[in-house]
Nanobody, 116 residues
Framework: QVQVVESGGGSVQPGGSLRLSCAAS????????MAWYRQAHGKQRELVAT???????NYADSVKGRFTISRDNAKNTAYLQMNSLKPEDTAVYYC??????????WGQGTQVTVSS
């Protein structure tokens, strides 16, 4: 059974940085797309960034130039480097790994709080 686990969340002051990690276990198969989403309190979950197996990346306009998504296919792991963090980045961050056949696996989420 595939398990996806995020780590690296925490509290940081505005302007600070955090690096999130997301690792899949229980599967030797690769994933076509790895993505990060976030959900702020009282708001809908939104897509933050995606990366494909071919290395194509996409970002939400709100994080372009500040966040960088990357992946290590050998480790079935994705990362989200977050710089110049703002209070509006405060949310629970989730990763989702999607197989070539379209099946997606979600992590349980990790809290990121940006506050002075």
């Amino acid at each position: 059974q595939v398990q996806v686990v995020e780590s690296g969340g925490g509290s940081v002051q505005p302007g600070g940085s955090l690096r999130l990690s997301c690792a899949a276990s229980g599967s030797s198969s690769s994933f076509s797309t790895m993505a990060w989403y976030r959900q702020a309190h009282g708001k809908q979950r939104e897509l933050v960034a995606t990366t494909t197996s071919g290395g194509t990346t996409n970002y939400a306009d709100s994080v372009k130039g500040r966040f960088t998504i990357s992946r290590d296919n050998a480790k079935n792991t994705a990362y989200l480097q977050m710089n110049s963090l703002k209070p509006e980045d405060t949310a629970v961050y989730y990763c989702k790994f999607t197989r070539w056949g379209g099946i997606g696996y979600w992590g349980q989420g990790t809290q990121v709080t940006v506050s002075s």
